[in-house]
């Protein structure tokens, strides 16, 4: 069938301290810091980190909202795992890597008959490194991590769940993936067409007990999935009611990109997300990506109350300008009037 969906544009996971988050996403995983800015839902402030590879790219970002107002519990009807691309022999590299960092890992392994490596957040949560041939998108380097061996962005993700029937339904009717492959436990799917940042692993835990679905530090909250289009994403809205997924959300607007929700048979929240003119440019220049706080336009009248509520993280070396640059925090510009309504939530911030 033909399909919306052009692949994964991100992932979105709660950790617990935003330092701690930090530190591993970048000395460990080897990510480049891309954004920080806000969670766009609460009265409360909690940081939005974004970590991507070294373009910034749609298929490469993973998102966290440190959250350390309480635990989350994992288990199924949650993403599982993150599964970033390394190059074919590099998983020994890795395993190396890992155990310098004191991080827990699984050791090499294979799915699909290729190797690959699970490593546990310091909060819980899990990410893998999958070899890869064939992946030309340029990783971030850093000083242990060299772009002959670093991450290329997305491979896939794994999504826990106690039944697989109606879940694959949904991948297969709802967004086009078709399945590939059967490894033990793993169910493989993919978007047709080429490219990385096109897979999803279906992993049939029948006994494990459903995971929590709010914010909650160690756990997942969504995968989202590239539309690119606004006009796509009604689209998409327009099947999923078809289908009988009546409590798909309305389209909002997350400035950098435009976002749609659902909640999967399994458990699993989608997002289906479009593409914005500037993207991650919108409030900051390409090699100052990540250096500052920014916030969406709407939020900017309440800067200093936000920031005094927030706390104060530091900005990896390789993130930082380029010795005699000048770094100033520059409000976002509010974008052109959408051609489609879009949501937002306005909350009042406030020093208690």
């Known amino acids: 069938m033909s399909t919306l969906v052009k692949g994964l544009h991100h992932t979105t996971l709660c950790p617990a301290g935003p330092q701690e988050d930090i530190d591993f996403f ?5 990510q480049r810091l891309v954004k920080q800015t806000v969670l766009m839902d609460g009265s409360i402030p909690v940081y939005h980190f974004y970590y991507g590879n070294a373009d910034a790219q749609v298929g490469s970002i993973t998102t966290t909202f440190p959250y350390t107002r309480r635990r989350g519990r994992q288990g199924s009807g949650q993403v599982s795992a993150v599964s970033y691309s390394v190059p074919v022999g590099t998983a020994a590299f ?4 890992f ?8 050791g090499i392994q294979e799915r699909f008959g290729v190797p690959y490596i699970r490593v546990r957040h310091p909060a819980g949560l899990l990410l893998e490194v999958v070899e890869q041939a064939c992946d030309d998108r340029r990783p971030w380097t850093t000083p242990e991590i060299g772009a002959d061996v670093g991450a290329r962005g997305f491979f896939a993700v794994v999504l826990s769940v106690r039944e697989i029937a109606e879940q694959e339904s949904f991948l297969c009717e709802a967004l086009g993936f078709r399945k590939v492959g059967v490894d033990g436990p793993y169910h493989r799917f993919e978007i047709p067409g080429d490219g990385p940042a096109r897979t999803i692993d279906l992993h049939h835990e029948p006994s494990r007990p459903a995971g929590s679905w709010g914010f909650g530090a160690g756990t997942a909250h969504h995968l989202a ?4 289009t606004d006009e796509a994403l009604l689209q998409q809205k327009t099947l999923y009611e078809e289908l009988g997924f009546t409590d798909v959300s309305d389209l909002k607007d997350r400035y950098y990109f435009h976002s749609m929700y659902v909640r999967s048979p399994g458990g699993i929240l989608i997002e289906c997300t ?7 440019l919108q409030d900051e220049s390409f090699d100052e990506l990540g250096t500052a706080l920014h916030l969406p336009p709407w939020y900017e009248e309440q800067h200093d109350a936000i920031v005094a509520m927030l706390e104060p993280v530091v900005v990896p070396e390789e993130n930082r300008p380029r010795p005699g640059s000048v770094h100033a925090r520059v409000p976002g510009k509010s974008p052109a009037a959408p051609r489609i309504p879009l949501s937002r939530t306005k909350p009042r911030f406030s020093v208690e």
Not at 26 to 30: D, I, K, L
Not at 99 to 106: E, L, Q
Not at 274 to 280: A, H, I, K, L, T
């Open 99 to 106: 155990d310098r960092h004191g991080a827990h890992h699984s």
């Open 274 to 280: 479009s593409n914005v003119s500037g993207g991650f």
């Open 26 to 30: 970048t000395a460990v995983m080897g």
């Open 225 to 228: 999935l590239n539309l690119e």
């Open 94 to 97: 890795w395993a190396d890597h």
